[in-house]
């Protein structure tokens, strides 16, 4: 995923010359990085993509962040213990994703005659169906922000408050954005 945005942003910014600016959140959990599905890379730069296909799902989950993990963690119990299939999404960017939907609302808008834009995560979502869960591990406003774009019911989990705990581990399950949370 990084080597992908960053490969967009330096084509954009410095081969094309187009005024934007990109950022990047890196978190300092090591972890193994999946391969990259086949044409991912457009969901990638788009806000979302799906890394886990597990056909004819009854959930969604959506994860961005290291949380990316627990959703994983979370869609293989569901499956082995409770025989509930789901989906596994990697977000990217939730203000992607957000920006995208403003767009298309303003676009609506605006040319009433015309064939309407459908934002990245609704056209993403429509095949699939199911609940859709969020998990991030920022505040669930962040995740929240896609809201409208969502036409399902839409459940967001994030580390709104505060806490201290001596592990991560710990301090996922104080926020509820464990494994364990996803699945209730």
């Known amino acids: 995923e990084l080597a992908v945005i960053m490969h967009d942003g330096l084509r954009r910014m410095y081969g094309e010359g187009e005024r934007v600016y990109y ?21 990638i730069k788009r806000g979302m993509y799906l890394l886990e296909d597990n056909g004819s799902s009854q959930v969604q989950l959506l994860g961005s962040g290291v949380i990316l993990r627990e959703v994983q963690k979370a869609s293989q119990i569901l499956k082995d213990e409770f025989n509930i299939t789901s989906n596994v999404w990697s977000v990217t960017s939730f203000n992607e994703l957000t920006r ?5 609302d303003d676009y609506n808008r605006l040319h009433p005659m015309d064939e309407e834009k459908v934002p ?16 991030t591990d920022y505040l669930k406003l962040y995740a929240d922000q896609i809201r409208a774009a969502v036409y399902s019911d839409y459940y967001v989990l994030g580390t ?18 464990d494994a364990k949370s996803i699945i209730y």
């Open 23 to 43: 950022y990047l959140t890196l978190m300092n959990e090591n972890y193994e990085q999946l391969a990259m599905p086949e044409g991912a890379e457009e969901g």
């Open 120 to 135: 990245w995560v609704t056209e993403q979502l429509a095949p699939h169906e199911g609940i859709v869960v969020a998990a």
């Open 160 to 177: 709104d408050g505060f806490g201290r705990s001596d592990t991560r581990e710990h301090l996922r399950h104080h926020f509820e954005v």
């Open 100 to 104: 995208d939907g403003m767009v298309c």
